[in-house]
């Protein structure tokens, strides 16, 4: 038996050697290791052996398979290198040609304003949470202190859907879809899109915002006003001007809004800012203890702090941007310069 193994590993050898074209080679390694090759045939052989003879045979075979294995890889490379050398010595192929270069795509400014905001909140310790586009009338209004038919829905221009579902005009049912699952303390962000009956150069039909909220023991204004101090020297450095005013929020008590120095008049008033010298960036507050009670939170023993900031609006004033609808018009030369 080792002689034939030996006479099949020779003669294979000697054939890939031998071969003068790709394709000869090809038919060499059918013969040798193709399926219904000589080395299968070999290895059937094993099942006619003494047990105590199989090991050594089945070796052997396999040794010899792995060296005509390396003599077919070696010969074929030379094979291809010869064919690639004669592409060049005939002038088919220049390699001296640039190479092409594949256009790279990159993240909208509106992902990358999100994309920054977000890593500015996690360094704070903050996680990040989702929920879905569309709403129940419940998360959306009713458990945010916001009961049907209360005038201050009117503040929401709501997109109602069928059955009483809605297009989520804000990114605060997360809120209470975080604190029914979850309990003190906590100290949650979540980033997302929005949708109002709303447009002009500040607003858009569909915005994004993000949500942030933190619920503990003894938290205070004092406490939100420090976080979203540091959120506003990250994003836009400390030398922008920057005003906290009360507001009101029905999910929040104490409520502010937070302005921004307008980009585009530095203050003097213009169209963007409606003369105000301002551009309104975020809503935030205390929660208010109805709220912390609608998801079974002990206004006693907890408190927090939620807010809400509208993303485009802190694209438009990073990036000196007049006209919101420019992020949603798609035209490749507004994106190209992000
Ligand atoms: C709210 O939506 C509250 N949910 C924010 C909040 C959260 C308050 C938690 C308290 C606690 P408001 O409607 O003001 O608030 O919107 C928040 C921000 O979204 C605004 O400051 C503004 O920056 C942005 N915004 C609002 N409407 C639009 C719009 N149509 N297009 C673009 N940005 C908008």
Redesign the pocket.
């Known amino acids: 038996m080792p002689e034939k193994i030996n006479k099949i590993h020779e003669e294979a050898k000697i054939a890939f050697e031998a071969a003068d074209t790709l394709q000869k080679l090809d038919e060499i390694r059918i013969k040798y290791l193709g399926k219904n090759g000589l080395f299968t045939d070999l290895m059937k052989n094993l099942a006619s052996l003494d047990p105590s003879e199989k090991p050594a045979y089945g070796k052997a075979v396999n040794d010899a398979k792995k060296d005509i294995e390396q003599a077919f890889q070696d010969k074929k490379s030379k094979f291809e290198g010869q064919e690639l050398f004669n592409l060049v010595k005939s002038g088919q192929l220049d390699i001296t040609l640039p190479g092409k270069s594949f256009p790279r795509g990159k993240k909208h400014p509106i992902t990358q304003v999100m994309d920054e905001m977000v890593s500015i909140f996690e360094r704070l310790g903050f996680s990040v949470a989702e929920g879905p586009d569309i709403e129940t009338e419940y998360f959306n209004f009713e458990a945010l202190n916001i009961p049907p038919y209360h005038p201050s829905r009117d ?2 221009s709501t997109l109602w859907l069928e059955d009483g579902l809605l297009l989520r ?4 049912p997360v809120q209470i879809r975080v604190m029914k699952k979850q309990k003190p303390p906590l100290a949650v962000i979540a980033p997302g899109r929005v949708y ?1 009956r ?1 447009a002009d150069v ?4 569909v ?1 994004h ?1 993000l ?1 942030g909220l933190l619920v503990d023991t003894d938290i205070k204004f004092s406490d939100l006003k420090g976080v979203l101090t540091l959120f506003l020297h990250a994003v836009f450095g400390r030398d922008k001007k920057v005003r906290f005013r009360p507001s009101y ?1 029905p ?2 008590e104490p ?1 502010c ?1 937070v302005d921004v120095e307008c980009v585009m008049c530095e203050g003097d008033g213009c169209g963007v800012c409606k003369q105000s010298g301002w551009l ?6 205390i929660i208010d203890p109805n709220v912390l009670k609608n998801v079974n939170y002990d206004p006693e023993k907890y408190s927090g702090f ?5 993303i ?2 802190i694209a438009m004033l990073k990036h000196g941007i007049g006209d ?1 609808r420019l992020f949603f018009e798609n035209d490749i030369r507004f994106l190209r310069q992000f």
Do not use: K, N
């Not at 005009?169 to 605060?172: D, L, V, W």
């Not at 500040?202 to 039909?205: D, F, L, N």
């Not at 939620?306 to 509208?310: D, K, L, N, S, T």
């Open positions: 503040m929401w005009t804000h990114t605060s109002r709303d500040t607003h858009s039909p915005f915002q949500e929020f999910f929040t409520s809004e309104e960036i975020l809503g935030a507050g939620a807010f809400g900031v509208g485009e609006r919101i």
